[in-house]
């Protein structure tokens, strides 16, 4: 694998962990999707669930996820949360190395 992004980039994220202008919760990064479920109104948040595949409904109006174990869940969005491989692979993205480790869907 190689690094697909330029030195802005680097830059950038080098700043902001130098001055202070980033953070992360107390609890740990895996707090963040806590948080996220947290501030839903009126939705079913599924975690630590392999999805095995993302479609976009014929009407465009929401994503059906299978999930590995034989599940199907239906919602307006779908986040995208994983290694960028594994991200490609959802989004049915072929040779992808943009280096984007995940995406929204919907």
């Known amino acids: ?43 079913e948040v599924k975690l630590n669930a392999s999805v095995q595949s993302l479609e976009v409904v014929e009407s465009g109006n929401g994503v059906l996820a299978r999930t590995a174990d034989g599940q199907e869940h239906f919602g307006a969005k779908a986040v995208v949360a994983t290694e960028g491989f594994a991200a490609d692979k959802l989004l049915g993205r072929k040779g992808s190395s943009s280096g984007d480790d995940g995406g929204n869907v919907g």
């Open 1 to 43: 694998r190689s690094l697909g992004t330029t030195s802005r980039l680097f830059e950038f994220v080098m700043k902001m962990l130098a001055t202070g202008s980033n953070c992360f919760p107390e609890a740990g990064i895996s707090a963040v999707p806590l948080q996220m479920a947290a501030r839903l109104e009126k939705a």
